[in-house]
């Protein structure tokens, strides 16, 4: 277990309402990033944070947005859920950049209907 | 921006025989680290092996090795002795040395015969 918790990991919702999906480490690793994962696209980077309040965009931020006001929780927020953000979302952990590893959670499937 | 390929949607292999899956990516950079990451059913990332480009040795591990060829930007998994266990997405992984974003391909599915 690498210390990751993401809930919820199920959730079903319909398109226009927001959702938060938290994301809890126990490790106190600086770094942690939200991942969705698509059928043919691997896993792109949604948004990072190197930091308590510090956050920077990801390849695929549009529609999304993060807070970190502490070192163990990591928020994911969309605002107004499309049915385009269907996906199964994926916390990871690092103690910091280039070759440390990444650590995963196990996953949160979000459907909008 | 950096570019993974992975040119093979579904690799299927014997049990206890070698497979190996291909990645290819595309940087300008001469510092990064390659990754391959193994996604089972359960849905969990876990890592299998890490190559740092400024070294020329392939990495191993236990049954997982790696064909690092820097020049033609080439990483690919040599899996021997093939388990049932191996069967999974497999994903390949970039990172620079001093970039955030892991860059993934889009995955190999491997199938593992009895």
């Known amino acids: 277990d690498a210390g990751i918790t993401q809930s919820p990991r199920h959730k079903v919702t319909e398109t226009g309402t927001p959702v938060t999906l938290r994301c809890h480490q126990t490790e106190n690793h600086r770094y942690m990033y939200w991942y969705r994962q698509d059928p043919g696209h691997g896993l792109r980077l949604i948004h990072y944070s190197y930091g308590v309040k510090d956050t920077d965009k990801g390849e695929v931020s549009d529609g999304y947005s993060v807070s970190r006001s502490k070192t163990e929780d990591f928020l994911l927020t969309l605002e107004s859920a499309t049915s385009s953000q269907t996906s199964v979302y994926f916390c990871a952990i690092s103690a910091g950049s280039g070759a440390n590893v990444l650590t995963f959670g196990a996953g949160s499937r979000l459907t909008v209907l | ?114």
């Open chain 2, 1 to 114: 921006a950096q570019t993974v390929t992975q040119s093979q949607p579904e690799m299927s292999v014997q049990e206890a025989e070698t497979v190996t899956l291909s990645c290819t990516y595309d940087t300008s950079e001469s510092d990064y680290y390659l990754f391959w990451y193994k996604q089972p059913p359960s849905r969990q990332m876990i890592l299998v092996i890490r190559q740092e480009a400024y070294k020329q040795q392939n990495a191993t591990e236990n049954r997982f090795s790696v064909n690092f060829q820097k020049a033609a930007k080439s990483f690919s998994l040599k899996i021997s002795d093939s388990q049932l266990g191996d069967a999974a997405m497999y994903f390949c992984a970039y990172r620079s040395e001093n970039n955030n974003d892991m860059r993934f391909g889009a995955g190999t599915r491997l199938t593992v015969k009895p």
